[in-house]
């Protein structure tokens, strides 16, 4: 990461300059402190929260990401600093978590009151990141699209990063039966410590056949997949009637190098997918793009995020933090992300 140049705003950036590893991805730029508008407020950010979208972004296989250079980020915790014209529910000095539409990578932050999330005392700056982004969309997916019910077959992959950790306490306080996937025994053991009945390293056994003969004649109600691919497809083939999967990412997309030929790999393995055949077998597929919530269906998101605070206050949900590495270390909190080396969230302090 290169230093910053001389001062000449009082706003700082980890501003995307490049595709490809973090070491040079990232340049920490001083740029004019934007104004909020209408309906929105200027935050003085101290910790913002990484996504594995931010990983797909910096390497190029996100489409949604504006053109470089871009600064990244979904959410960040601070305190209001100016109110936009319109603002009344909020005052200068609150202290907020704020979901972004990109921008979070910066010590201010301008985003719309909409999304916020005003924080009380005892939620530490450090934990509330997680509940933004990652639990609103397992909240989304888990609860709003879906019901889960008690005695439900539930398979939950990448059950360690933040999402899949959200998921597992949902699926519990629901009272369903748990199946998680991960890629080490490290955290086959944080699997289990959060309550998964059935932790499977899909490094070491075909996941689909160790699930298959755990149920016996038995079939999945539920899957959720942040993965896609050929995990999508064989996590569908095991569903029973009323089965339903959620697919809310592609993450199997950043271990290639995104050429026509891997774009074409990624397709088949998802296999082809026809309305008479989800009929016959009484399946759903359901895609889930908190970006598209947010742009389009705010409310579902503000619905959402009331639904996560008022159970994280409950102590329903109970977010795991990875490590909060210091803006200087953005490039090996990115590393450790994309490397799968993290369990629960990644947070940057500034």
Same mark, same amino acid.
């Given at each position: ?8 705003? *009082? ?7 490049? &595709?490809?590893?973090? &070491? ?6 001083? $740029? ?33 990401? /504006? ?7 979904? &959410? ?15 005052? !200068?000095?609150?202290?907020? $978590? ?25 939620? /530490? ?26 005695? =439900?077959?539930? +398979? ?28 080490? =025994?490290?955290?086959?053991?944080? +699997? ?8 499977? *390293? ?23 997949? /942040? ?7 064989? @996590? ?36 082809? $997918?026809?309305? !008479?055949?989800?009929?016959?077998? @009484? ?7 908190? +970006? ?26 109970? /977010? ?8 200087? &270390? ?6 450790? $992300? ?13």
């Amino acid at each position: 990461m290169k230093n910053a140049r001389k001062r000449k705003t *009082n706003m700082r950036a980890l501003v995307l300059v490049k &595709e490809g590893a973090a &070491e040079q991805a990232f340049d920490l730029q001083e $740029l004019p402190t934007p104004k909020p508008g209408k309906g929105k407020v200027l935050i003085a950010v101290s910790h913002f929260g990484l996504n594995y979208a931010d990983v797909m972004s910096r390497l190029g296989l996100y489409n949604d990401r /504006p053109a470089l250079p871009v600064i990244l980020g979904y &959410e960040a915790v601070g305190v209001i600093k100016e109110l936009g014209e319109g603002v009344t529910e909020y005052a !200068i000095g609150d202290r907020v $978590l704020a979901f972004t539409h990109f921008g979070g990578y910066a010590d201010h932050v301008v985003t719309p009151a909409l999304g916020l999330v005003k924080l009380t005392d005892d939620v /530490p700056s450090e934990i509330a990141p997680a509940l933004a982004t990652q639990y609103c969309t397992a909240w989304y997916a888990a609860c709003m699209m879906m019901n889960l019910n008690a005695g =439900d077959k539930v +398979l939950i992959h990448a059950a360690a990063g933040g999402v899949g950790t959200a998921l597992v306490q949902i699926a519990k306080w629901k009272g369903c039966e748990v199946f998680g996937t991960v890629g080490s =025994d490290k955290k086959m053991d944080y +699997l289990k410590s959060i309550g998964v009945d059935h932790a499977i *390293n899909y490094r070491k056994v075909d996941f689909a056949e160790k699930i298959a003969a755990m149920l016996n004649n038995d079939r999945l109600d539920v899957a959720f997949d /942040p993965v896609g691919g050929s995990t999508f497809k064989r @996590s569908l083939q095991l569903l029973g009637s009323g089965g339903r999967i959620v697919t809310f990412g592609a993450s199997e997309w950043s271990s290639t190098k995104g050429g026509f030929i891997d774009k074409l790999k990624l397709a088949f393995g998802f296999g082809f $997918l026809h309305p !008479i055949g989800l009929l016959m077998k @009484s399946r759903s597929v359901i895609g889930v793009n908190m +970006l598209r919530i947010g742009e389009n269906k705010p409310e579902y998101l503000a619905q959402a995020k009331r639904e996560v605070f008022a159970h994280f206050q409950s102590g329903v949900l109970k /977010p795991t933090i990875d490590n909060v590495y210091s803006y200087k &270390e953005l490039a090996e909190a990115h590393t450790a $992300l994309e490397k799968r080396n993290t369990i629960g969230k990644v947070v940057v302090a500034w």
